[in-house]
Every structure is written in structure tokens, then in C-alpha cells.
């Protein structure tokens, strides 16, 4: 189980580069990432991507065929840590019930890279892997996510991040959230801030772009607490001085806050909630 940079393809051990030389052959997906990896560091081993699908498919016992005649492979994923939201758990279970070692050869991993650098308590964490496409699953992912006393990390496509920061922030707008974004390459990038605070940016940036690791604070007292009146008052009232209508004003707040355009109407004009 060989580990592989997730982007700067310095972030390899020589162990694994060893490991790679060494072994009979390559499993691991056709993709640009890992025939790049191997052609930098003039590795020859046999590649064999057209086995990939069978970690997790119906060709284990194929591969297990190879490991039982005595065959040394390699399982690389396209990038990071082989089964981290990557296939192969199949392969690696069926391995270890035959008795067939299975060696971890440690390296790279998105999950860790951006927990470490986050800011956020790392001491405890939950992992969710990607979150559901689909709405519902997803809403219900993030109320637990909102509700877990650890820090909690998942990964998103930049194609639903704006999906997922709305749905949050209608759970909690005022939690501290993490966006890392193209960990190790050129582009790198940590955006901090209340998910408010976060959505508001990605929204103006029309969007994001890379691969991202979205990492929420823990839960802890008061941490679902709405926004600040006064701050939404005083937002209320910035904009008003624009020269924005107060329907257009209440809708701008509702948005920003990423509150339920009824609360935002209540908190501006200091209504009672009920």
C-alpha cells in the first residue's frame, strides 16, 4: 500500500520510491497522476491500471492469485493514501483473511495535510470522507457534522462547495470552517472565517476550482449560535445607505448571514421571534 504525492511530486519517501522499483508489479488507476509519477523518477516496474477496478470488483481473486504465486504489488492510488475515499478495501481484507501480508508504506495524505495546517483542534477529528451528492443525504451528513464535539473533515467538489456552504450556513453561520484547497501545488490555499464569512467569499469569487478539504469546528457551547443582531443590524444599515431598497437589503443580509430571509426581516427590524 504505497502512498503518492497529492500534488508536488516531492512529497514521496524513498522508501516508497524503493518500493516501487521493487515490486513485480504496479496496481493502480490510468490516470495522467501516477504514469507522471513513475516517469519522473525513471521507474520501470509493469503498470497494470487495467486491474485497478478489481480491488474493489469481482477480479480480487485475481490479484490474490498473484499474490499466492509469490508476486510482490504495489497498490498506489491516483494521489494520497490507497482506501482513503479510494477503492481497495476488498483486496486489502481478502488479503489479510489469506494470511498475505499487507505493508503500509506511509506518505502523503490531503486528509492530514490540511487538519495539520487548519488551525483547528487536531487532537480529535472525524473524518466523513466525500460528502453525499445528493441533497438530502448531504443535509443530513452536515447536521451531524454541526452536532460532533471534534473537529470534522470531508472532502467536496468544488462543483457542490457552493451547495454545501448554503446548507451549512443555514445550520451554523457563525462556526469556524476551513476550505484548504490545492494542497502542495502551485496554488495553494487556506480560506478562514465564520461559514458565513466563507460562503460570502466563495460566492463572490463566483466559485472554486482544485481539490478541497472542508474542515468545521467543534461543536462546544454556544458554537450554533446565530450571527450577532447588532451585526446584522448594522450590515442592514450599510446597505440601506447604499442606497439599496429595504426588500433588496433584507434579501442581501439573508444571504450574507446565510440566515432564512424571515429571521433576517425579525433581526433587522427587531421583531420578537414569535
Known sequence: ?????????????????????????IVGEDSRHTRKLLAHYHIHTRFAPSLYHGVSGGRVEELLG????????????DAGTPLVSDPGYPLVRA?????????????????????VASGLPPDRFLFLGYLPRRAGP????????????????????????LPTLKELAQLAPGRELVLARELTKLHEEFLRGAVREVLAEVKRRGGLK?????????????????????????RYQELLETGLAPGEGV????????????????????????
Do not use: W
Not at 482544485?210 to 448594522?234: D, I, K, M, Q, T
Not at 443580509?253 to 421571534?273: I, K, M, N, S, T
Open 66 to 77: 498473484l499474490l499466492k504465486a509469490g508476486k510482490d504489488l504495489a497498490l498506489v492510488s
Open 95 to 115: 488479503a489479510v483473511e489469506e494470511g498475505i501480508p499487507v505493508v503500509p508504506v506511509p506518505g502523503a495524505s490531503a486528509l492530514l495535510a490540511a487538519l
Open 138 to 161: 448531504r443535509k443530513r451528513a452536515l447536521e451531524e457534522a454541526v452536532a460532533c464535539p471534534y473537529t470534522v473533515v470531508a472532502y467536496e467538489s468544488p462543483h457542490r462547495i
Open 251 to 274: 434579501k442581501r443580509v439573508a444571504e450574507e448571514f446565510g440566515l432564512p430571509r424571515r429571521q433576517a426581516y425579525r433581526l433587522v427590524h427587531d421583531l420578537p421571534d414569535s
Open 1 to 25: 500500500m504505497v502512498s503518492t504525492p497529492i500534488g508536488n511530486l516531492e512529497d514521496i519517501t524513498l522508501r516508497a520510491l524503493r518500493v516501487l522499483r521493487e515490486a513485480d508489479l
Open 210 to 234: 482544485g481539490e478541497l478539504v472542508h474542515l468545521l469546528a467543534p461543536a462546544g457551547p454556544g458554537s450554533n449560535a446565530g450571527p450577532e443582531p447588532e451585526a446584522v443590524r448594522r
